[in-house]
């Protein structure tokens, strides 16, 4: 594909040279001799060149307030200037406004095709970027949160709003599988900070220490094994936004240090000695009451108050059961396409399952259900027998042992034997007390030794000695 190269020179020899020059080395040439028949080709006829080459004084204008003038609607393109009458205060004010170079006239051809081939290269990384971020603008639209029940159109009305207004702080609350991740890009990617990173951090995935070190970087030597600096997630998130999910389970310590930074604009590194300037948008999620917990003492009342800039509470899935009329269309598709199937028809049967169904797990729970049906399809039908939407956890024989341990289960429907753990998917037990239950009954079984507990439970020490202090439970190592 031939790029354009936009050229705005006023002294017709050199115009004339430069436009035959770049015409031989493949480039689709225009030439322009004033600012005003610049801004006609770039606004009215709507090229887009992939460089402009610009004199810098014309016979109507500096070049460089044309490009301050012009910047945002020429986002895609980088710019060279050259210049009989070169100043330091010129180079300097050029380079701020991001422009590539900045050179001296006469400028030898052969030193000007290296500067020309070097931003070219950067026009293109540019430019993917930017087409990344149309890509993700219009997969992440308001329209991107289906449903329509009363619920989901309320929440697509407020999406549509905030994604007009520069907010600086945000949470998204509802239960887990309603989607908070979805509306979390939504957010980024209709909003005014979507040419920038959006970068994701789970925060009940990483223990104190290396979730610290994610968020705020480190120096080379900061702690044990820093053998290099890295760069933390506010740092890389700089200019765009930071989604912090499962924000509830961070340390109160670190929420502390996160809302000193989210006050300041600052970070310092682990083991740094000055702070760096950032500027980030703040999207917190959980799937627990916050603003309950900071009653409790569980989550800091300032950074609270500091992120509920906005909300958005999301429904369960439950109280807006019309919106499958949307939703399993959509996921039968999409399971069709990526697994080769034919699955149109589905019966009436199966649609009363499906509203019958309380749907614990929400939108996240219907999908895997729906990825199961399609992958065990044989033809045009949904396979209603793969649903298995069972509301009841299965019934044991408990021991004495066992009974020991359901009274003191936060919830008499949480069950355990010898074989297994079995748990209730109705909605009455929240997630929290069903991790709480699973690790006090494996360390129970493993006579309160960290180390076997960990081993049962696939996990690491470090990992389940986090979770023992937050449910403030025993262990004898």
């Known amino acids: 594909m031939m ?22 080395n493949g480039w689709d040439v225009i030439l322009a001799e004033t600012l005003a028949e610049a801004k006609r080709l770039l606004i009215k006829n709507r090229i887009e060149p992939l460089l402009i080459l610009s004199d810098m004084n014309l016979p109507d204008g500096n070049a460089l307030d044309f490009m301050e003038s012009m910047k945002k609607q020429v986002s895609y393109a980088e710019w060279l200037f050259l210049t009989g009458y070169g100043s330091v205060p010129d180079s300097v004010r050029a380079l701020r406004l991001g422009a590539y170079d900045f050179l001296e006239k006469p400028c030898d051809l052969e030193r ?52 007009q207004v520069p907010f600086s702080a945000l949470i998204i609350g509802g239960e887990s599988g309603t989607g908070k991740g979805l509306t979390a890009r939504i957010l980024h990617y209709g909003g005014p900070r979507a040419q920038y990173p959006m970068i994701e951090v789970n925060c009940a995935a990483l223990p104190r220490e290396l979730l610290e070190s ?3 970087g480190h120096e080379p030597g900061a702690f044990t094994g820093a053998s290099g600096r890295h760069r933390g997630l506010l740092e890389q998130a700089d200019g765009g936004t930071l989604f912090m999910d499962e924000i509830g389970e961070m340390p109160l310590d670190l929420q502390a240090k996160l809302l000193k930074a989210i006050e300041d604009h600052k970070v310092r590194r682990l083991g740094g000695e000055k702070e760096i300037s950032v500027n980030v948008q703040i999207v917190a999620a959980s799937n627990r009451d916050l603003e309950q917990m900071t009653k409790e003492g569980g989550f800091r009342t300032d950074l609270y108050h500091r992120l509920s800039v906005f909300k958005v509470i999301l429904p369960p899935l439950r109280e807006a059961v019309e919106d499958l009329d949307e939703l399993v269309p959509l996921f039968v598709a999409e399971y069709n396409a990526k697994a080769g199937r034919q699955v149109k028809k589905i019966s009436d049967e199966v649609w009363r399952k499906l509203k019958e169904h309380s749907w614990p797990g929400n939108v996240r729970e219907l999908r895997n259900v729906i990825e199961r049906c399609v992958l065990f399809s044989d033809g045009a039908s949904f396979p209603g027998q793969w649903l298995q939407l069972s509301e ?75 979770r023992v202090r937050k449910y403030n439970l025993n262990t004898v190592d």
Do not use: C, W
């Open 3 to 24: 790029e354009t190269l936009l050229i705005i020179e006023d002294e017709k020899l050199l115009g004339t040279e430069l436009s035959r020059h770049y015409r031989a």
């Open 112 to 163: 000007l095709d290296l500067v020309v081939t070097s931003a070219t290269r950067s026009a293109l990384m540019q430019r993917r970027v930017l087409d990344q971020t149309k890509q993700g603008h219009r997969r992440y639209s308001p329209d991107a949160y289906l449903g329509h029940s009363q619920q989901a159109i309320n929440i697509r009305d407020l999406l549509v709003k905030l994604t």
């Open 214 to 216: 994610e968020l705020f």
């Open 392 to 466: 009841q956890p299965k019934q044991v024989d408990l021991n004495d042992n066992d009974a020991n341990l359901l009274e003191n289960a936060p919830y008499p429907q949480a069950k355990a034997n010898e074989q297994g753990i079995y748990l209730p998917l109705d909605g009455n037990m929240a997630l929290d007390d069903m991790d709480r239950f699973i690790i006090k009954t494996a360390l129970e079984r493993a006579d309160n030794n960290l180390t076997a507990a960990s081993r049962a439970l696939g996990t690491t020490r470090e990992t389940l000695r986090y």
